[in-house]
């Protein structure tokens, strides 16, 4: 994909995910990999606003080298690049029932979200939860990459979905598949549910 198409394409999905509601004023980044580097979006900027050449030309390290400034949380791609070599795209939001998982209290070694459906275990996986840190601090960027060779679906704690896909649709299905699942979870709260069996997830895996 010559590097012209890729920012039309993220300025595509931008749109779609504002549209969607999956994004909100300023919140939220897109990034591409190229062939020696990744596109990403600029720093303070309406997701559903974004002129193709405005976004931020990064090499393989993460070093700008065109267009406006990169989102600060442009590290939390680089985390992710660089030890999912299959990632072709990230999508990273705020998007309101994921991040209200986010906040509630988590025990330790439960996933936030359980395999409710067998969509979410098939477009999500097994999902991680990564511990707070403020937005900008470089911690972050190693407490994502230590999750991130094992897991395309991050999940930030009191911040967001981080979602590494082979291209931008496959990242876009696994974020709506984690903001529903959410959504069933917050449901489904205070009533007993019965997740699927550990059986159940393994055939799910084979398809």
């Known amino acids: 994909m010559?590097?012209?198409?890729?920012?039309?394409?993220?300025?595509?999905?931008?749109?779609?995910?504002?549209?969607?509601?999956?994004?909100?004023?300023?919140?939220?980044?897109?990034?591409?990999?190229?062939?020696?580097?990744?596109?990403?979006?600029?720093?303070?900027?309406?997701?559903?606003?974004?002129?193709?050449?405005?976004?931020?030309?990064?090499?393989?390290?993460?070093?700008?080298?065109?267009?406006?400034?990169?989102?600060?949380?442009?590290?939390?791609?680089?985390?992710?690049?660089?030890?999912?070599?299959?990632?072709?795209a990230i999508i990273h939001t705020h998007s309101t029932h994921s991040v209200a998982v986010s906040c509630m209290d988590h025990p330790h070694g439960c996933p936030p979200?359980?395999?409710?459906?067998?969509?979410?275990v098939m477009r999500v996986g097994e999902l991680a939860l990564v511990p707070y840190y403020r937005p900008g601090d470089k911690r972050l960027a190693d407490a994502v990459r230590e999750v991130a060779v094992r897991h395309a679906c991050v999940l930030l704690a009191n911040h967001g979905p981080v979602i590494a896909g082979k291209g931008l649709n496959e990242a876009l299905y696994a974020l709506e598949e984690l903001e529903e699942t959410a959504r069933l979870k917050l449901l489904l709260d205070g009533h007993r549910t019965k997740p699927l069996t550990a059986e159940q997830v393994a055939e799910l895996t084979l398809i």
């Not at 979200?113 to 979410?120: D, G, V």
Request: hydrophobic letters at 35%; aromatic letters at 6%; proline letters at 5%.
């Open 113 to 120: 979200i359980e395999p409710l459906t067998a969509y979410y």
């Open 2 to 88: 010559n590097e012209a198409k890729a920012r039309e394409l993220i300025c595509a999905m931008g749109h779609r995910l504002y549209q969607r509601r999956l994004v909100h004023g300023t919140a939220g980044n897109i990034s591409l990999r190229l062939e020696d580097g990744w596109l990403v979006t600029p720093t303070n900027t309406c997701l559903g606003e974004l002129d193709p050449a405005s976004i931020s030309r990064l090499d393989a390290t993460g070093r700008l080298i065109a267009g406006d400034k990169p989102s600060k949380e442009a590290f939390l791609h680089t985390s992710v690049y660089d030890v999912r070599p299959d990632a072709q």
